[in-house]
């Protein structure tokens, strides 16, 4: 790997001051053919791409409001200028979210609207030429779609909404990014992101059984198609195969296990992930969410319930209704779908599960929300249950939990600065970077507070803490699921059963 | 001549901002996307967009010297819109004998208001670097015509019925030039800086007014889970259990 060198780390976060194009050198790979062309998209840039891209914008426009009231309405009032955790570490100016959505308002201004037809020096539009394009290349691939800009904009506008539908127009024209493109492929051909063959993942589920009984004394199943279970549980792939995710998934066998009910993962829906949200296709984000329905629909569950994975969550509970909709086949008493830590929590409430608190007592643990789950969905019933729900489960499971710095947890969380499709080595400068906000706010409460150990509920988070947190000099372990702390601290064997 | 006028500027506006209304309004929205923490009823939806209009909720929590400065300025400009009405409303209702003093304080405060904005584009590195010269001329003209507005309240009145007939003898015939004094030129210059806004209002970043009402993020109700939002342009989408969002 090359060598890659860490901001440092101050005492807080300080907006740093504007620089023209340092991160302008940064671009994803290109896609390649063999990924391209599966997904429907032209398998290298189009001849007529000016005309192609400009014309698939205004294909967009007709089909997203989102789009063409954000691209209509911002005045440049500068709020989400010092939001976005990409800008602090880079200092990027088109790494500033109105900077970032000007690359599309310009080309949006100068084709579409009177103002810039006419004066467009005067309204600042451009044409989509080939800098231009370029410069979508690298700064719409610089965004995490985390969606901390919209909290602050006084009109909502969501910079991830017009990084979707420029990567969708890129697509389009052929000028596609080869980690988003590539994984969807695999989805398609094999049923997850990480491409795990059926033999390779029921390997994996039958060594985790024989470790979870070798360490507890109990036989903690991690069923594979089992038709007729109550529950299908549909889990990132990383999940299977990946440290500190595999804990948290010992984590939901045992809740399962202890609660005393029957549920199964699939083979060919052993994948939660959704990278069609992250290159902005509803059309593919509707075929991936569609291989769930039908497995739950084949093995004949009664709920659906997701794992610890942010940006599969917001497309599970915000926009799987919407894709494949309505699931009326299942149980009408369980919400379609259901968080894992939802599932844990209610079963919390209900008495059927015990903990050992003093199981976690070496940690000291913060939380970190994870942005899909923080900015893009719920959990529970009232708003807000997205940010309590994971803290009640951190709770009931050690006896040592501290806040950082609210300007960076809840709606205000920075991003772990690997999401949105970025968490690809080519990108690794950007992510080490875009982890700055994140790593402070750590810094400060592991200084304050002794905290070793943070705990959150997603799986790209995971990994990419995993990698970058060690460049920072903080152990890689600090990292973990919530249902880590919880399959430390559940007591098997007790009162087993939901009462 | 200069009635017709009036009707062309406020024609155009009408026109405009309706047909960019209709535009948002039958956009259509294919997800969910509100912005969470989000309500989870209709009534709560109401209230985050009443108060994203009324105290700019949001852009207190992002910006404080821009949230002064644009509250000063909205707040500012409504008073002296309401007091504006007694150039046109016959006879006056009292209340509005009431807000006479209020109007000019928000005079000065809306002049203020913009100042600081102004100040704060220039001054911050990162707003001056995303600012275009649009972004400028637009505070510069609403400047301009909050300035002459206070030079007419406190220094040159003029007189209306002067200018009419100044303006009528211009128009009508080839008679001798007649005089308009210098509070009768800043008087039809703050005119002419109000017609150009309103005219181009609905051309502009000046659409945010009615836009923020069509932002899915703000006005959508978290409860997709409990409601199936349906994307209309979706293939194999079952319509029947049709949505509002």
């Known amino acids: 790997m090359a060598d890659y060198s860490a901001p440092e780390i101050q005492d807080d976060i300080h907006v740093p001051a504007v620089q023209v194009g340092s991160m302008a050198h940064l671009k994803p790979y290109p896609a390649m053919e063999k990924h391209m062309l599966p997904l429907g998209f032209p398998e290298a840039r189009l001849a007529d791409w000016q005309e192609k891209g400009i014309a698939k914008l205004g294909e967009m426009l007709k089909k997203y409001r989102s789009l063409q009231v954000h691209l209509d309405i911002c005045v440049k009032c500068g709020a989400c200028t010092d939001k976005c955790h990409y800008f602090l570490g880079t200092q990027d100016a088109n790494n500033m979210p109105v900077q970032r959505a000007d690359l599309m308002r310009s080309v949006y201004r100068r084709y579409f609207t009177t103002a810039g037809k006419l004066f467009p020096g005067l309204v600042g539009a451009k044409d989509f030429d080939e800098e231009m394009l370029q410069q979508w290349v690298t700064y719409f691939h610089q965004c995490s779609q985390c969606r901390r800009c919209s909290v602050f904009c006084p009109y909502g506008i969501d910079t991830a909404e017009v990084t979707m539908a420029a990567r969708e127009i890129m697509d389009a024209i052929g000028v596609g990014h080869k980690y988003s493109t590539e994984i969807i492929s695999k989805v398609h051909e094999v049923g997850n992101n990480l491409g795990i063959p059926k033999p390779a993942l029921q390997g994996t589920l039958a060594f985790l059984e024989s470790d979870m009984l070798e360490n507890t004394g109990h036989e903690v199943r991690l069923p594979l198609d089992e038709a007729g279970a109550e529950v299908l549980l549909v889990a990132p792939s990383a999940d299977f195969f990946s440290e500190p995710h595999i804990q948290s998934l010992m984590g939901y066998a045992k809740v399962f296990h202890q609660a005393g009910i029957r549920y199964t993962i699939s083979s060919v829906a052993a994948e939660a992930a959704n990278f069609g949200m992250f290159i902005g296709s509803f059309e593919q984000k509707q075929k991936i969410a569609k291989r769930i329905r039908e497995e739950a629909e084949a093995l004949n569950v009664k709920r659906i319930v997701v794992g610890e994975c942010g940006h599969a969550w917001r497309v599970a509970y915000s926009f799987w209704n919407t894709l494949n909709g309505p699931f009326d086949f299942l149980d009408p008493r369980y919400p379609v779908p259901q968080h894992i830590c939802e599932f844990t929590y209610d079963l919390l409430q209900r008495g059927a599960l015990h903990m050992d608190k003093e199981a976690n007592d070496g940690y000291v643990v913060t939380m970190h929300d994870s942005c899909n789950v923080a900015r893009a969905s719920r959990m529970g019933e009232h708003a807000g249950g997205q940010f309590e729900i994971p803290r009640a489960l951190i709770r009931a499971s050690c006896h040592h939990f501290v806040e950082m710095d609210p300007d960076t947890t809840h709606e205000r969380t920075f991003c772990c600065g690997g999401g949105g499709g970025t968490l690809t080595d080519e990108l690794m400068e950007l992510r080490i970077k875009g982890a700055m906000p994140r790593v402070t706010a750590l810094k400060q409460v592991m200084k304050r507070d002794k905290v070793n150990f943070m705990a959150l509920i997603c799986a790209i988070c995971k990994a990419q803490f995993s990698k970058v947190l060690p460049m920072y000099h903080i152990p890689m372990e600090t990292v973990g699921g919530v249902h880590q702390l919880v399959s430390n601290a559940i007591q098997l064997g007790v009162n087993k059963g939901v009462v | ?245």
């Not at chain 2, 002459?148 to 220094?155: K, N």
């Not at chain 2, 800086?193 to 945010?208: C, E, G, R, T």
């Not at chain 2, 409860?223 to 259990?241: C, D, L, S, Y």
């Open chain 2, 1 to 245: 001549m200069l009635t017709i006028l009036a009707y062309l500027v406020v024609g155009i506006f009408v026109v405009g901002f309706t047909q960019r209304i209709l535009l948002y309004a039958r956009s259509p929205a294919p997800l969910k996307i509100p912005t969470t923490p989000a309500p989870t009823t209709t009534a709560g939806v109401v209230w985050r967009l009443f108060t994203e209009v009324v105290f700019f909720n949001s852009l207190f929590k992002g910006d404080k010297w821009a949230w002064l400065g644009g509250y000063l300025f909205h707040g500012a400009l409504l008073l002296v819109l309401i007091r504006h009405l007694r150039y046109f409303v016959e006879p006056l209702p009292p209340f509005f004998a009431h807000v006479q003093i209020a109007g000019v304080v928000a005079g000065v405060a809306m002049v203020g208001g913009l100042g600081l904005l102004l100040l704060r584009r220039l001054l911050i590195d990162r707003v001056r670097h995303v600012s275009s010269p649009s972004d400028y001329l637009w505070l510069l003209l609403l400047l301009g015509i909050g300035f002459s507005g206070l030079v007419m309240q406190f220094f040159l009145r003029p007189d209306i019925v002067h200018i009419k007939g100044a303006m009528m003898g211009m128009w009508s015939s080839s008679q001798s030039l007649p005089l308009l004094t210098l509070g009768d030129v800043v008087f039809l210059a703050h005119l002419c800086m109000v017609a150009v806004l309103i005219v181009l209002f609905p051309f502009s970043k000046l659409m945010h007014a009615g836009g923020i009402f069509f932002s899915p993020t703000r006005n959508q109700v978290d409860n997709p889970r409990e409601k199936r939002h349906v994307n209309p342009w979706a293939a194999g989408q079952h319509t029947k259990e049709s949505t509002h969002g």
